[in-house]
């Protein structure tokens, strides 16, 4: 695929010609077939094979982004997250639509917390297919790109980020101790796995005494 002897929308050969070709067992060939999958290398089409999706390294620069909440109550601020409800729903018009599913989905509601008192509220919205569980520790402690990774089998590629201001309803104002129809900050994203699929959508409703920071590092 570097080399350009398999371009973009070429179908690679069979795990059986694989395997009389570098003369190595099926396992091995469908680990690497696997990995180059997860790395956005091959998709798989079911019923038609195994495709090259990207013959050749993005060209560009490469940034790592980081989204941060910083409160600001000054030092020697203790802050926590918590799981608040986890479920099985069934997806509104919008998840569908962000998600490309008409499935069942898992729903994780988290709060934020500084010094016990509330300051955002966020929603994660993942397919079952990912196979993906969470616990309330992974959710206290582990960043849901990680958990994607790690317990779902999927590489994060890409993420899209969005950000709008939008006045409270009920139910998040009674969350964040605040008051329905105040304006708050919502900062919504969806994450794309290798292959080009949509995998999880989070949205983060951030209340007061909170700003934002992103962080851009240039990937050597």
Same mark, same amino acid.
């Given at each position: 695929?570097? #080399?350009?002897?398999?371009?973009?929308?070429?179908?690679?050969?069979?795990?059986?010609? $694989?395997?009389?070709? *570098?003369? &190595?067992?099926?396992?091995?060939?469908?680990?690497?077939?696997?990995? =180059?999958?997860?790395?956005? *290398?091959?998709?798989?089409?079911?019923?038609?094979?195994?495709?090259? %999706?990207?013959?050749?390294?993005? %060209?560009?620069? +490469?940034?790592?982004?980081? $989204?941060?909440?910083?409160?600001? *109550?000054?030092?020697?601020?203790? &802050?926590?997250?918590?799981?608040?409800?986890?479920?099985?729903?069934?997806? +509104?018009?919008?998840?569908?639509?962000? $998600?490309?599913?008409?499935?069942?989905?898992?729903?994780?509601? +988290?709060?934020?917390?500084? @010094?016990?008192?509330?300051?955002?509220?966020?929603? =994660?919205?993942?397919?079952?297919?990912?196979? %993906?569980?969470? #616990?309330?520790?992974?959710?206290? #402690?582990? +960043?849901?790109?990680?958990?994607?990774?790690?317990?779902?089998?999927?590489?994060?590629?890409?993420?899209?980020?969005?950000?709008?201001? @939008? &006045? $409270?309803?009920?139910?998040?104002? =009674?969350?964040?101790?605040?008051?329905?129809?105040?304006?708050?900050? /919502?900062?919504?994203?969806?994450?794309?796995?290798?292959?080009?699929?949509?995998?999880?959508?989070?949205?983060?409703? =951030?209340?007061? #005494? &909170?700003?934002?920071? /992103?962080?851009?590092?240039?990937?050597?």
């Amino acid at each position: 695929m570097e #080399n350009g002897e398999w371009p973009a929308g070429t179908q690679i050969p069979t795990e059986d010609d $694989l395997c009389k070709t *570098y003369d &190595v067992s099926k396992v091995t060939v469908r680990e690497a077939i696997q990995e =180059l999958v997860r790395e956005g *290398y091959l998709r798989r089409q079911q019923g038609k094979g195994t495709f090259v %999706l990207y013959s050749v390294p993005h %060209l560009g620069l +490469s940034m790592r982004t980081r $989204l941060t909440d910083v409160v600001q *109550y000054g030092e020697g601020v203790t &802050v926590r997250k918590e799981a608040l409800e986890k479920k099985v729903i069934k997806p +509104s018009e919008e998840i569908k639509a962000i $998600l490309s599913t008409e499935e069942d989905i898992h729903y994780v509601l +988290s709060g934020k917390y500084a @010094d016990g008192k509330p300051y955002a509220i966020e929603e =994660l919205f993942f397919p079952i297919f990912t196979l %993906l569980t969470v #616990n309330d520790e992974d959710i206290r #402690n582990k +960043s849901f790109p990680d958990l994607i990774e790690e317990k779902g089998g999927k590489k994060i590629s890409r993420v899209v980020q969005t950000f709008e201001v @939008d &006045v $409270l309803k009920q139910a998040y104002a =009674l969350r964040l101790a605040m008051t329905e129809g105040s304006p708050a900050l /919502i900062v919504g994203r969806i994450f794309f796995s290798s292959d080009g699929s949509p995998v999880a959508y989070s949205k983060c409703i =951030l209340g007061k #005494n &909170v700003r934002v920071r /992103i962080d851009f590092d240039k990937i050597k």
